[in-house]
């Protein structure tokens, strides 16, 4: 490539056709390969395991009514719904509608404590009160809008007769880098 020389004396920094083509297909081959990875399933969702917990008696819900308790420990808030009848991705009961979730956003640790709203066939939670992030309650709690970047952590379920039982988490509590250890070593 043969140096230009721009006003000033400097040389310009420009590829030329040949290069520009090389560097871009070789970008391309890069991109490709990673999204292609990432369809074919090599991205998964992350779900811990810990000791199960009895939450509710499924006879007991109400639709539309949130309940709350605390897991994988004191501080991880959580809800607990019946979504009237809206399916929903780990949805258990006769209507695959009872999920639970944790109350605090993803992006920045705001509370989602009275942000459930059931309008026609939509389950939503938010909007968070900090940057308006909500979420999909029927598809795992995956972010509809706003800042948050993660899914809204997902309470396994496990149904034994008409018990509820909490088992695990899928996605990662805000505040937590492996969801009992708070960042910074606490």
Known sequence: MADTKQAGGLSSCMLNRREFLLYGGTAA?????ISLSLLSGSARARVVSYPRQWVASLSQLTDHQLLNFSYPNEQAQNF???MGGARAGGGLGPERDVVAFSYI???QGGSLEGAYKAVGEHRVMG???LHLSTYDLT???IIISGQAYQSLPQVMLELKGDDLFATGVMGLLHGYHDNLQPQGGR
């Open 29 to 33: 081959v890069a991109v490709s390969t």
């Open 80 to 82: 607990l719904v019946k």
């Open 105 to 107: 956003c993803t992006h």
């Open 127 to 129: 909007q968070c009160p």
């Open 139 to 141: 598809r795992h709690g």
